[in-house]
């Protein structure tokens, strides 16, 4: 059966140490290889992960909460690792966080195909703390196979999570910072990682372009002046 337990730092380090954690987008394109199987609406794209010894890990942030309060296929990924949102652009309850986390786990390429016999354990680690520094754990076991809106049958296992919810224990959900979910996989000889940083902070507010053509002319003034001393 496929295993989500609590990763503690120790565990962390066995497992990193020796497989590097992995940041580009799943197959070079984002796409998870079976698209995506839990609930209607959701989108493929946008994943970060690997896809290697015939599994595939991906993870991606998603905005939970626009200004209606509703879920958007928005992921705001820089193509790297990185997801950020942006407060003033959601409505969210307090106890919630604006985005969720999204993973896949697809053993289908192994040569049993199933998760019960393909001899690979998961684990995943969630920063709910966004403060400097990353503290990777989990409130407590976790089988994403029993959650009603997985449709992936025996080889795959989807999701989409809050650190809102109870379970998880962040003491802000809605904090400003930078929040880290990491995605492990072992099957006893090969390791397989992948990890995502989730940023919440307010956009950065453009110049009106009234500044930037100050900024231009002053520019422009101090070239000119460089050129007339140095005539001089």
């Given at each position: 059966?496929?295993?989500?337990?609590?990763?503690?730092?120790?565990?962390?380090?066995?497992?990193?140490?020796?497989?590097?954690?992995?940041?580009?987008?799943?197959?070079?394109?984002?796409?998870?290889?079976?698209?995506?199987?839990?609930?209607?609406?959701?989108?493929?794209?946008?994943?970060?992960?690997?896809?290697?010894?015939?599994?595939?890990?991906?993870?991606?942030?998603?905005?939970?909460?626009?200004?209606?309060?509703?879920?958007?296929?928005?992921?705001?990924?820089?193509?790297?690792?990185?997801?950020?949102?942006?407060?003033?652009?959601?409505?969210?309850?307090?106890?919630?966080?604006?985005?969720?986390?999204?993973?896949?786990?697809?053993?289908?390429?192994?040569?049993?195909?199933?998760?019960?016999?393909?001899?690979?354990?998961?684990?995943?680690?969630?920063?709910?703390d966004p403060s400097a520094g990353v503290n990777l754990a989990f409130g407590g076991p976790f089988d994403p196979l029993l959650y009603s809106?997985?449709?992936?049958?025996?080889?795959?296992?989807?999701?989409?999570?809050?650190?809102?919810?109870?379970?998880?224990?962040?003491?802000?959900?809605?904090?400003?910072?930078?929040?880290?979910?990491?995605?492990?996989?072992?099957?006893?000889?090969?390791?397989?990682?992948?990890?995502?940083?989730?940023?919440v902070a307010p956009a950065p507010v453009p110049l009106p372009a009234s500044a930037l053509l100050l900024l231009g002319g002053v520019g422009a003034m101090g070239a000119f002046a460089?050129?007339?001393?140095?005539?001089?």
């Amino acid at each position: 059966m496929i295993k989500f337990k609590t990763i503690l730092a120790a565990a962390v380090v066995s497992i990193v140490g020796v497989g590097a954690v992995q940041a580009a987008p799943v197959n070079g394109t984002g796409d998870l290889q079976g698209g995506v199987v839990f609930g209607s609406g959701n989108a493929n794209g946008s994943f970060t992960g690997v896809n290697a010894f015939g599994v595939e890990l991906g993870l991606r942030g998603k905005l939970r909460f626009d200004l209606n309060g509703d879920p958007q296929n928005q992921f705001n990924y820089d193509g790297d690792r990185t997801y950020t949102f942006d407060p003033a652009l959601s409505n969210a309850p307090g106890n919630r966080a604006i985005w969720n986390f999204e993973f896949s786990l697809d053993v289908s390429q192994t040569p049993s195909g199933t998760f019960a016999t393909s001899g690979w354990d998961f684990l995943i680690g969630i920063d709910t703390d966004p403060s400097a520094g990353v503290n990777l754990a989990f409130g407590g076991p976790f089988d994403p196979l029993l959650y009603s809106d997985n449709a992936g049958g025996p080889s795959v296992a989807q999701n989409s999570q809050n650190i809102g919810f109870a379970a998880y224990g962040a003491a802000d959900p809605q904090a400003f910072g930078t929040y880290t979910i990491s995605l492990f996989g072992t099957n006893g000889t090969e390791q397989l990682s992948t990890s995502i940083d989730i940023v919440v902070a307010p956009a950065p507010v453009p110049l009106p372009a009234s500044a930037l053509l100050l900024l231009g002319g002053v520019g422009a003034m101090g070239a000119f002046a460089r050129r007339r001393r140095k005539t001089a």
